[in-house]
């Protein structure tokens, strides 16, 4: 595993340890898809909504916000692979949402949770 995957896998570790404090339950970690990936899936009981997570790992004062770098190709191959796996489970839920998590890397990680950050119809 290369130095930026083990980054990328340390900032999944933390945004799904984030998610899990806040009652969300992880239902899958790198989902893989001929589209793409998905970093987190989750599930939000409190309003029966499987979300789809895409995790930044940025630099303490990085020019782009982590928000920023998930530009509409990445929102479709997102959005294609969700569907995907929606296909593929027979989960019960209500909703769908795409939340982007950044964490700013820094002597203290920082977490930034941005939820509906895209739509299903970008």
């Excluded at 990936?37 to 020019?63: C, H, M, N, W």
Aim: with cysteine.
């Amino acid at each position: 595993m290369g130095r930026s995957q083990e980054k990328g896998r340390e900032g999944e570790k933390i945004a799904s340890r984030y998610l899990l404090k806040r009652g969300y339950s992880i239902i899958r970690r790198n989902y893989r898809s001929s589209y793409g990936e998905i970093d987190i899936i989750a599930f939000d009981p409190s309003t029966k909504t499987i979300v789809f997570v895409e995790v930044k790992l940025r630099k303490k004062g990085a020019q782009s916000t982590p928000l920023e770098t998930v530009n509409r190709t990445k929102q479709k191959k997102i959005i294609k692979t969700a569907l995907k796996f929606l296909n593929e489970t027979e989960l019960t839920y209500e909703a769908v949402r795409f939340d982007v998590i950044g964490i700013e890397d820094g002597e203290i990680s920082t977490v930034f949770h941005v939820e509906d950050a895209f739509q299903l119809n970008c």
